[in-house]
């Protein structure tokens, strides 16, 4: 059974810091692990995906303010959001593309966390 369990959501005034977590358990091989946020009405947007190694991609709003991370050992991917603006509110999904032993690859979800910027 594959779970991903985000934390680190909340409430916090502009130029303010989170940082999100996300524990994917149930997946022994992972490749893309990173983030994307929804507001009412939009589309899922990346935030910030790491694709191996040091390969990442950021969207052009968060560059410089977001940095992602990843610990492989824990299977988890962190996000550290630093002088966050009103617009980032929005629910923040974890996104990991990995396969158990037996299991082809596939996308994997997170349920969401909210993320209010506002002062």
């Known amino acids: 059974q594959v779970q991903l369990v985000e934390s680190g959501g909340g409430l916090v005034r502009p130029g303010g810091s989170l940082r999100l977590s996300c524990a994917a358990s149930?997946?022994?091989?992972?490749?893309?692990m990173g983030w994307y946020r929804q507001t009412p009405g939009k589309q899922r947007e990346l935030v910030a995906l790491?694709?191996?190694?040091?390969?990442?991609n950021y969207a052009d709003s968060v560059k410089g303010r977001f940095t992602i991370s990843r610990d492989n050992a824990k299977n988890t991917v962190y996000l550290q959001m630093n002088s966050l603006k009103p617009e980032d509110t929005a629910v923040y999904y974890c996104?990991?593309?990995?396969?158990?032993?037996?299991?082809?690859?596939?996308?994997?979800w997170g349920q969401g966390t909210q993320v209010t910027v506002s002062s």
């Open positions: 790491n694709t191996g190694g040091a390969s990442t």
């Open positions: 149930g997946i022994i091989f992972s490749t893309k």
């Open positions: 996104y990991v593309r990995g396969r158990m032993m037996t299991t082809p690859w596939d996308d994997y």
